[in-house]
């Protein structure tokens, strides 16, 4: 059974920060990329970042210079690390895993940021 599990969610202030964590089980990490994306309320679901299996980044263009994806293939986690968090930023932030066997999701955890 697959399993996503993100952690690290919470409320912070405007201008602080968090690192979330995606767990992975049931699928062979190192061979999937891996992604955050994220879902406000009364929006669409929107990519933040994705790490590939080589470790190549890809950034919203209006989050690369705040957020930083990472990937640790030992410990089959994937890790957000989120900066300057801004109100804009409130939102449920959700894990995805794309493979072999097909794509997965995580549960979410949310994030807001207050002003």
């Known amino acids: 059974q697959v399993q996503l599990v993100e952690s690290g969610g919470g409320l912070v202030q405007s201008g602080g920060s968090l690192r979330l964590s995606c767990a992975a089980s049931?699928?062979?990490?190192?061979?999937?990329?891996m992604a955050w994306y994220r879902q406000a309320p009364g929006k669409q679901r929107e990519l933040v970042a994705s790490?590939?299996?080589?470790?190549?980044?890809n950034y919203a263009l209006s989050l690369k210079n705040r957020f930083t994806i990472s990937r640790d293939n030992a410990k089959n986690t994937v890790y957000l690390q989120m900066s300057n968090l801004e109100p804009e930023d409130t939102a449920t932030y959700f894990c995805?895993?794309?493979?072999?066997?097909?794509?997965?999701w995580g549960q979410g955890t949310q994030v807001i940021v207050s002003s």
């Open positions: 790490i590939g299996i080589g470790g190549s980044t």
């Open positions: 995805d895993a794309n493979g072999p066997r097909g794509n997965y």
């Open positions: 049931g699928i062979t990490f190192s061979r999937y990329g």
